[in-house]
């Protein structure tokens, strides 16, 4: 019996990855993609430029209504949807900006899955509706001014005063802080580590914003100062104590950064493609020499290991199968090659790399921030050392 003919060659998925969607991925993807493409990219060179995310309540709302926020999470008006499929959505939200994403991934893999794995059942019903629709956005407040990468140093403490519980300290670089409506804060107690649940409305709460930022310029970050904020005992999250609690929950974001650092990677791969086939020099489209195409074979093939990688992930995450070094393992291969296609893409399109008209240098600085948080390089490398060697380096 003879075999079909392959299909012809797709510059743009070049492995056939599209194959390994159902038509559901694809629906969700498309869905995600196309309000990007309507709602963002038209308008984030500007916001990127002035330093701000204008009417992010209306697009937290916006998200909401297509399902993008806790959208794996299960019930409570939650989407329900399968860890490849949110994995798409960041991927498509990245590949607009990296500030979008953050929104998406702190709204729903930090704030929203800390109250739905480990809140009580009236926490959920009080807060989880109100956050999947956007009515309500939230923030996930863990890292210290002097303590990132070390959280069990932390020095925000909780202290037990009747039946309320008493926060003191300072949260950093906190994500949706000054927008936010509540937030989950880690907090240092006598019992360890706790998780609470902190309407930003209470008294002795207070989130300035971070200005002066060279990368993701396009988002909300703060600072969180907790000025003897007093809380209900019933504030405090029951399903969590150690650290933990606030480590899972990281990892249910650094899988989604697996996906999305290729959603910036593939813009500014797409944009040198483009250019390349349109930018002539010495009589000819640059995409014609030799280093150019070998700048963007390379490329491509970074790319879409990447996305491959990203897939298999999403495949054991959906088996219930997905290991944290795993994810370790996606967040520093697929953020790191993100960096140097974004690199690689600005060579080719020369000085015009570094204008807002392209996408290329905008990527290019959000990932350096991409590159650090939610675990540093040097972090991800130490969790994999571990698992590979048996022993523990953390501690030098």
Same mark, same amino acid.
């Given at each position: 019996?003879?075999?079909?003919?392959?299909?012809?060659?797709?510059?743009?998925?070049?492995?056939?990855?599209?194959?390994?969607?159902?038509?559901?991925?694809? /629906?969700? +993807?498309? =869905?995600?993609? !196309?309000?990007?493409?309507?709602? &963002? *990219?038209?308008?984030?060179?500007? $916001?990127?430029?002035?330093?701000?995310?204008?009417?992010?309540?209306?697009?937290?709302?916006?998200?909401?209504?297509?399902?993008?926020?806790?959208?794996?999470?299960?019930?409570?008006?939650?989407?329900?949807?399968?860890?490849?499929?949110?994995?798409?959505?960041?991927?498509?939200?990245?590949?607009?900006?990296?500030?979008?994403?953050?929104?998406?991934?702190?709204?729903?893999?930090?704030?929203?899955?800390?109250?739905?794995?480990?809140?009580?059942?009236?926490?959920?019903?009080?807060?989880?509706?109100?956050?999947?629709?956007?009515?309500?956005?939230?923030?996930?407040?863990?890292?210290?001014?002097?303590?990132?990468?070390?959280?069990? /140093?932390? +020095?925000? =403490?909780?202290? !037990?005063?009747?039946?309320?519980? &008493? *926060?003191?300290?300072?949260?950093? $670089?906190?994500?949706?802080?000054?927008?936010?409506?509540?937030?989950?804060?880690?907090?240092?107690?006598?019992?360890?580590?706790?998780?609470?649940?902190?309407?930003?409305?209470?008294?002795?709460?207070?989130?300035?914003?971070?200005?002066?930022?060279?990368?993701?310029?396009?988002?909300?970050?703060?600072?969180?100062?907790?000025?003897?904020?007093?809380?209900?005992?019933?504030?405090?999250?029951?399903?969590?104590?150690?650290?933990?609690?606030?480590?899972?929950?990281?990892?249910?974001?650094r899988y989604g950064i697996v996906w999305g650092s290729m959603g910036a990677a593939r813009a500014c791969f797409e944009s040198a493609l483009e250019y390349s086939r349109t930018r002539e020099q010495f009589g000819k489209p640059i995409g014609g020499f030799q280093l150019t195409q070998g700048k963007l074979a390379d490329m491509a093939v970074e790319l879409h290991k990447g996305i491959?990688?990203?897939?298999?992930?999403?495949?054991?995450?959906?088996?219930?199968?997905?290991?944290?070094?795993?994810?370790?393992?996606?967040?520093?291969?697929?953020?790191?090659?993100?960096?140097?296609?974004?690199?690689?893409?600005?060579?080719?399109?020369?000085?015009?790399?570094?204008?807002?008209?392209?996408?290329?240098?905008?990527?290019?600085?959000?990932?350096?921030?991409?590159?650090?948080?939610?675990?540093?390089?040097?972090?991800?490398?130490?969790?994999?050392?571990?698992?590979?060697?048996?022993?523990?380096?953390?501690?030098?």
């Amino acid at each position: 019996m003879s075999a079909s003919a392959p299909p012809p060659f797709d510059r743009h998925d070049p492995l056939g990855l599209d194959d390994l969607l159902s038509d559901e991925d694809r /629906a969700v +993807r498309d =869905t995600v993609r !196309r309000w990007a493409g309507e709602r &963002v *990219l038209p308008f984030v060179a500007d $916001w990127y430029e002035s330093g701000e995310l204008p009417g992010i309540r209306e697009l937290a709302r916006e998200l909401g209504s297509i399902g993008a926020l806790g959208m794996s999470l299960e019930g409570y008006g939650c989407a329900g949807a399968s860890a490849v499929q949110y994995g798409l959505a960041c991927l498509e939200l990245e590949a607009a900006d990296s500030g979008i994403r953050s929104l998406v991934s702190v709204q729903g893999s930090l704030a929203m899955y800390a109250i739905h794995r480990f809140g009580s059942e009236e926490q959920k019903q009080q807060w989880l509706p109100r956050m999947a629709s956007g009515e309500v956005i939230g923030c996930f407040a863990l890292t210290e001014p002097d303590h990132g990468s070390d959280p069990a /140093a932390m +020095r925000t =403490t909780a202290k !037990r005063d009747g039946s309320d519980w &008493v *926060l003191n300290g300072r949260k950093m $670089w906190i994500t949706n802080g000054s927008v936010a409506g509540v937030a989950v804060v880690w907090a240092g107690t006598d019992e360890g580590i706790r998780g609470f649940v902190v309407p930003t409305d209470a008294p002795g709460f207070s989130a300035p914003e971070i200005k002066h930022k060279w990368s993701l310029r396009a988002s909300v970050t703060s600072e969180l100062v907790l000025d003897g904020v007093r809380l209900p005992a019933d504030a405090v999250l029951p399903g969590a104590t150690g650290l933990r609690g606030p480590l899972s929950c990281l990892s249910h974001a650094r899988y989604g950064i697996v996906w999305g650092s290729m959603g910036a990677a593939r813009a500014c791969f797409e944009s040198a493609l483009e250019y390349s086939r349109t930018r002539e020099q010495f009589g000819k489209p640059i995409g014609g020499f030799q280093l150019t195409q070998g700048k963007l074979a390379d490329m491509a093939v970074e790319l879409h290991k990447g996305i491959l990688l990203a897939h298999h992930l999403g495949r054991r995450m959906d088996a219930g199968r997905l290991r944290p070094e795993q994810i370790s393992f996606g967040k520093l291969n697929n953020v790191r090659e993100a960096i140097e296609i974004c690199r690689t893409a600005r060579t080719i399109l020369g000085a015009n790399g570094i204008s807002l008209e392209y996408p290329v240098m905008r990527h290019a600085t959000n990932l350096e921030s991409v590159l650090t948080y939610e675990g540093t390089v040097e972090m991800h490398q130490l969790v994999l050392g571990k698992a590979l060697t048996g022993l523990d380096a953390f501690r030098g």
